[in-house]
Structure formats: structure tokens, C-alpha cells
């Protein structure tokens, strides 16, 4: 009876990251956005059970100590570069085509190679950008 408890568990969580593909969420911020549908030790060992298997994608909050976690879209997510906007949080997929031409430029240096897994460049997005020009 427990196993098919956390199955649901699981697909609610599924489910939720599926629904926000463009978002990154600590456990806490997961916890309290679905209302506490699944509890906080459950979302813990979940998250850290779909990371394992490539289903969500795990990196370090920027400027901060604390993992975030964004459902990863395809299996293909692992072939190329991502882009994270410090402003909104969004990320953004580089084409498979640009995420080896920056492979080749870092080669040059040393024969360093880049891990596409746990790779994430930082910047502002096109809105960003925009909002912060309508600010001034």
C-alpha cells in the first residue's frame, strides 16, 4: 500500500513540473506552490530519486547555497547548454549546433571540455532587459 502512495506522490509532483517547464524550485518553494500536496520529506527524497534519473535537472541557486530543481524537458536536455536568467529565474535550452561551437572555442583552451550536465551560463533575458529599460 506505501509504494502505490508514493507513485501518487511522485505523478502529482511530475505532474506540477510539467506544468511550470520554464521554472526552477527549491523543495520549500515546490511545498508551498502545490499547497502542501506532497509533504516536505517526501519532496526531498523525490526530488533527489528524479535527479538521479535525469527527469528533473538539479543545479545551485545563483548567489545563494540552496539547490534548485526544473523538470527536464527531453532526453536530449543532456546535449547541450542552458542559459539561466538571474532576473526571472527562466531558463533557456542552446541549440544542440551553438552548444558545440562553444565546445570547440573551450577545447582551445587547454583541451578543456565542457559537462553539458552541470553547465549553466548566467545572464538576463529579452523581458528582463526590457523591464529593467521601462524602469529607468
Sequence with gaps: MRAAYQTQQRKILIDYL??????????EELMIEMQEAVPLSSLYRLMKKLSEEGIVRKSVRPGERQYEYQIAENKTCH??????????????HVSDETSQKAQ?????????ELDYEKTLLYGTCTECKLLKTEKK
Design 18 to 27: 510539467q506544468h511550470h517547464k520554464d521554472r526552477h524550485f527549491t523543495v
Design 79 to 92: 546535449s547541450h547548454l542552458h542559459l539561466q536568467c538571474t532576473g526571472c529565474g527562466k531558463v533557456m
Design 104 to 112: 570547440q572555442l573551450m577545447q582551445g583552451v587547454d583541451g578543456f
